[in-house]
């Protein structure tokens, strides 16, 4: 167990719908990762936050938005999905001082 | 999105038998880190690399950070079953910000 909590760990949704994407990081850390992860595919890095702010970006699409609030929990918000949305996501966290980043299990989106 | 170069993208191996794999880029980077990751999971730690040369072994793993700072390896004495999986490595660039890159993966399977 990495201490990274991701919700719901399954989803399946239309075609034009809204998700959001939920990750609690490990008890101190600061800084939260999202990354996709497409079947048989490697990991895409998304969007990174530290301490609430906005730190770097990715290929993260205009449909997909994140945040991450006071108590350090950060959510990804995934608009107008399309097919080739379906992926898994990956949030992660690391601890300033080590900078090794730790996953959740993910959550595996399925767009029919 | 930016991906590092990895290979072998895959490999049989016997059971017993040790592996080898790397991680290179034409940049430099000042972390590597190691994980692997299980159908359907999320990837897990294996190795921390912090400095140029360091040699670094948990268990039958084996990591170096190459001394040009361009290039990472990770080798498994006497591999087993539970070897199975995807092994990705991953590059910070940045001075303590932790932007992490990662490698394509090696796709290991072991014949027992």
């Known amino acids: 167990d990495s201490g990274v909590t991701q919700t719901p760990k399954h989803l399946i949704t239309a075609t034009g719908q809204r998700v959001t994407l939920r990750c609690s990081p490990r008890?101190?850390?600061?800084?939260v990762y999202w990354y996709q992860q497409s079947l048989d595919q490697g990991l895409q890095f998304l969007i990174q936050y530290y301490n609430g702010e906005e730190r770097a970006k990715g290929n993260i699409l205009e449909r997909f938005s994140a945040q991450q609030f006071p108590d350090l929990h950060s959510e990804l918000n995934l608009s107008s999905l399309e097919l080739g949305d379906s992926a898994l996501y990956f949030c992660a966290s690391t601890w300033t001082n080590t900078g090794e980043l730790f996953f959740g299990e993910g959550s595996r989106l399925t767009v029919l | 999105g930016q991906q590092l170069n990895q290979s072998p993208q895959s490999m049989f191996i016997q059971e017993g038998e040790d592996v080898s794999m790397n991680c290179t880029s034409s940049?430099?980077?000042?972390?590597w880190l190691w994980y692997k990751q299980d159908p359907g999971e999320g990837p897990v730690l294996l190795i921390a690399?912090?400095?140029?040369?360091e040699l670094t072994s948990n268990g039958r793993l084996t990591a170096q950070f190459g001394i040009t700072r361009k290039d990472s390896f990770l080798n498994i004495s006497a591999s087993i079953p539970s070897d199975v999986g995807i092994y990705f490595c991953?590059?910070?660039?940045?001075?303590?910000?932790?932007?992490?890159?990662f490698g394509t993966g090696t796709r290991l399977k072991v014949l027992a």
């Open positions: 690399l912090y400095k140029a040369g």
């Open positions: 940049s430099i980077f000042n972390t």
């Open positions: 008890s101190g850390d600061l800084s």
């Open positions: 991953a590059g910070d660039y940045t001075s303590g910000t932790y932007k992490y890159i």
